[in-house]
């Protein structure tokens, strides 16, 4: 199982910027997908995830500025974000769980390698 994250990039506080993660090996028919974060010397926290049916959850840090989406056909799970600010700057990765909602990074079970973020003020 493979989890691939894409879209790292150095933007202007403002600006956007859309991470896609290609999933492989199996499928997650049932999956929530999201997305988490880790800025230098922070712990990793829940940005956003999606359920199979479509619903999405956001952290309040990011609520307003990002959609989290997934195309099934494709296996993709897409996070775009608008209005970056320098608090944004984060390695970002993205993470498939089976079963109920959480926000504990310790209770996801796969992983992505991880996608770098920066935001300039």
């Known amino acids: 199982v493979q989890l691939q994250a894409s879209g790292e990039g150095l933007v202007q506080a403002g600006g956007y910027l859309r991470l896609s993660c290609a999933a492989s090996?199996?499928?997650?028919?049932?999956?929530?997908m999201g997305w988490f974060r880790q800025g230098a010397g922070k712990e990793r926290e829940f940005v956003a995830c999606i359920t199979w049916r479509g619903s999405t959850i956001y952290a309040d840090s990011v609520k307003g500025r990002s959609a989290i989406s997934r195309d099934s056909a494709k296996n993709t799970v897409y996070l775009q974000m608008n209005s970056l600010k320098p608090e944004d700057t984060a390695v970002y990765y993205c993470?498939?769980?089976?079963?109920?909602?959480?926000?504990?990074?310790?209770?996801?079970?796969?992983w992505g390698q991880g996608t770098l973020v920066t935001v300039s003020s």
């Open positions: 090996g199996r499928t997650f028919v049932g999956y929530y």
């Open positions: 993470s498939a769980r089976e079963g109920n909602y959480n926000t504990d990074y310790r209770r996801w079970d796969y």
